[in-house]
Nanobody, 124 residues
């Protein structure tokens, strides 16, 4: 079992930055693809970014490309999401997810483990 705990969310003004962290416990996630998803009120959960188990491949939703960066630190068993130039429509609960299969998926149903989420609110 893998437990994921997100942190780093908060309230920020438009144009600001936040860095989310996802700390894993239970087992090493070095062989897991990792991703961030988000869910705004009244909307479906959507893909934000994913990173392969090596860290060599990253994928982004078009809406965040060029503003967000996903990274991972195997030694710390942690994944990060650096969010710059935040916009009000980035407001959502952000979830970290882990996939044990040998792929880097962009679909939520393909991820095995999920964190509880961290709230990000961007004011205009």
């Amino acid at each position: 079992q893998v437990q994921l705990v997100e942190s780093g969310g908060g309230l920020v003004q438009a144009g600001g930055s936040l860095r989310l962290s996802c700390a894993a416990s239970g087992r090493a996630i070095s062989s897991y693809a990792m991703a961030w998803f988000r869910q705004a009120p009244g909307k479906a959960r959507e893909f934000v970014a994913a990173i392969s188990w090596t860290g060599g491949n990253t994928y982004y939703a078009d809406s965040v490309k060029g503003r967000f960066t996903i990274s991972r630190d195997h030694a710390k068993n942690t994944v990060y999401l650096q969010m710059n130039s935040l916009k009000p429509w980035d407001t959502a609960v952000y979830y970290c997810a882990a996939d044990s299969a040998p792929r880097t998926a962009v679909w939520a149903h393909e991820y095995d483990y999920w964190g509880q989420g961290t709230q990000v609110t961007v004011s205009s």
